[in-house]
């Protein structure tokens, strides 16, 4: 038997009779009409659910006229992936075991026991059979929604940028080759023209902006790092933390034996995934979980992240060399387009943030130190949920000496840097501050055989140690 699969039934009987206070008590999420965790589904997290602070007024500067945009959107809510598909259509056999559980029990449970008007949700769940594998990844009808408010937003708030009509010469909008982002350009564009304004935009081929819009495509990254068996990722997956969950969430659900943490990985990802379709609506299997459970599984994509596109490793700062230079092209110059938008995916809008030191914490992110990082800032829910953008736009302030300022936003939020005041950054001081990009050859400085995302050198030795070791031997045995 695996050894992680044992840990678990005999952990299981162990604390069968010893619950933490958390779970001594019965949460039904029916009757949870606040449900503050769906605002902490990490990069599944619906952007509307995260209410703005504020609306607009965070983009007026007393004195100063916005006069350029960049902006770097994530489409929008999505489909899962064909090979998704066939795990959460399995979901509906697990449901059928779960009301045969309760039927078994009487429903009485021991500890966290669901309530009846969440084991009704889950005796009317059915697996959408519409969703085939056609679909995969296609937007959503609420990701299309989603795209097309944050565009009219955008539009509300900054009319000087964006104007009535489309103006080829005004404005730039790439995407890339999927249809998720193909769709959420039509949406964004449709916010900001009105109907089928796609129509009269010319797009060139997403492979003449790879670098801008999938940076991560050009360096081999550290994977054994990022997820393997040694990685942050794997151990938490391995935790007691998990551990715990695995068993409370299967007891709750009637199973005398712990389910799979894949099993419940399944009803998580189904959990998030219909609550971003629908976000006023309730999902059955979110009923699966406690509040303080959902931020234990959130925690899970926000290490994998952290690896994958953000601080974990030192040369991820680096895919983004061309990318950082291309913003800070437009807004450095007076020309034409005023507005530069990019449709684009979560590990490229985290590779930006990493690269421009947003949101960093004083401490890295480890499967060990999951309490201590409950107010991080690398929280995925808040700076990358769908739909979720960054813009930088430029001011013109003639009453003041320096009189070209910069404003950078995520998610309509203005970002704090502290080296600019309260948020208005002269230019002189951005292009200081990120001055190893402008000085940069992005394509050496970029991905070069000693910096991909994690230095490569150290497995190429190794690689060389193990021919040297294989050729000394070869030589020993011809010699004898």
């Known amino acids: 038997m695996n050894f992680s699969i044992l840990f678990i039934f005999i952990t299981a009987f162990i604390v069968k009779g010893e619950k933490k206070d958390g779970y001594c008590h019965q949460y039904c999420y029916s009757f949870d009409y606040v449900r503050s965790q769906t605002s902490f589904f990490s990069t599944k997290t619906p952007y509307f659910t995260m209410r703005r602070k504020e609306i607009g007024k965070q983009f007026q500067v007393a004195n100063c006229d916005p006069v350029k945009i960049w902006l770097y959107i994530r489409h929008g809510a999505r489909l899962p992936k064909a090979k998704e598909m066939d795990r959460l259509s399995q979901l509906e056999n697990l449901r059928t075991e779960i009301i045969a559980n309760y039927k078994k029990s009487n429903s009485t449970i021991a500890f966290g026991a669901m309530c009846e008007a969440d084991l009704d949700l889950l005796r009317e769940w059915q697996w959408n059979w519409n969703i085939t594998k056609e679909y995969d990844e296609h937007l959503t009808t609420q990701g299309w929604n989603d795209i097309k408010l944050i565009a009219a937003r955008y539009r509300q708030f900054l009319p000087n940028i964006f104007e009535d009509n489309y103006n080829k010469q005004k404005y730039l909008f790439r995407y890339t080759d999927v249809q998720r982002t193909e769709a959420s350009f039509k949406a964004f564009v449709e916010g900001l023209f009105g109907s089928n304004a796609h129509q009269y935009i010319n797009v060139p081929p997403q492979s003449e902006n790879v670098k801008l819009l999938k940076p991560y495509k050009f360096c081999a990254s550290n994977e054994e790092k990022i997820t393997g068996n040694q990685s942050e990722y794997r151990k938490y997956l ?86 950082v230079n291309d913003m800070l092209n437009h807004i450095g110059n007076n020309d034409e387009p005023k507005a530069v938008v990019y449709v684009t995916h979560s590990s490229s809008l985290l590779l930006l943030l990493t690269a421009l030191k947003a949101f960093s914490d004083a401490d890295s992110l480890r499967a060990s130190n999951y309490y201590s990082m409950s107010t991080r800032k690398w929280r995925l829910s808040n700076i990358a949920p769908l739909a979720a953008n960054f813009a930088a736009v430029k001011y013109n302030c003639p009453n003041d000496i320096e009189q070209e300022k910069v404003r950078f936003f995520l998610n309509e939020d203005l970002i704090e840097f502290d080296w600019c005041d309260k948020g208005l950054c002269n230019w002189s001081d951005v292009k200081k501050e990120y001055d190893d990009y402008i000085q940069a050859s992005c394509d050496e400085y970029y991905c070069s055989s000693s910096n991909t995302r994690e230095s490569q050198s150290g497995y190429m030795f190794s690689i060389a140690l193990l021919i040297l070791a294989f050729i000394s031997c070869l030589f020993v045995s011809f010699s004898v």
């Open 238 to 323: 391995r935790s007691n933390i998990m551990t715990q969950l695995a068993i409370d969430v299967s007891e709750r659900l009637g199973f005398g034996c712990p389910l799979k943490i894949t099993q419940i990985l399944d009803v998580y990802d189904m959990c998030i995934y219909e609550h971003a379709w629908n976000p006023k609506a309730t999902s059955a299997w979110c009923s699966a979980f406690t509040p303080s459970q959902i931020h234990e599984l959130e925690y899970i994509e926000e290490l994998r992240k952290y690896y994958e596109s953000g601080y974990g490793i030192k040369t991820n700062e680096r895919l983004v060399c061309s990318l």
